[in-house]
């Protein structure tokens, strides 16, 4: 099982980048995955999620309504877009999965990808 994440870079504030997590030796379709993220000096916290069946999704109060989780099952990948980014959103993103469900506990999921940077800097 590995999780592979692509897509980090700097940013200015308010503007867009999206994260992708593309898993291989196992399908997307069967794992809840979602995406942890850690600032230098802060707790992991878990962002966003989405769930096995993919029609129902998590996120964290501070990103909702500018992030989206979404799934294509054909590429087996899992994209976080991220509008309107804000400096506090800087941090290392991790994709995680889960054979069972989502959850807010970040040490429970099972599988962990390598991280990509994000940094939302002027």
């Known amino acids: 099982v590995q999780l592979q994440a692509s897509g980090g870079g700097l940013v200015q504030p308010g503007h867009s980048l999206r994260v992708s997590c593309e898993a291989s030796?196992?399908?997307?379709?069967?794992?809840?995955i979602g995406w942890v993220r850690q600032a230098p000096g802060k707790e992991r916290e878990a962002v966003s999620c989405?769930?096995?069946?993919?029609?129902?999704?998590y996120y964290i109060e501070s990103v909702k309504g500018r992030f989206t989780i979404s799934r294509d099952s054909a590429k087996n990948t899992v994209h976080l877009q991220m509008d309107s980014l804000k400096p506090e959103d800087t941090a290392v993103y991790y994709c995680?999965?889960?054979?069972?469900?989502?959850?807010?506990?970040?040490?429970?999921?099972?599988?962990w990808g390598q991280g990509t940077q994000v940094t939302v800097s002027s």
């Open positions: 995680v999965a889960d054979q069972r469900y989502c959850t807010a506990f970040v040490e429970e999921f099972d599988y």
């Open positions: 030796g196992f399908t997307v379709d069967d794992y809840a």
């Open positions: 989405i769930r096995r069946n993919g029609r129902i999704t």
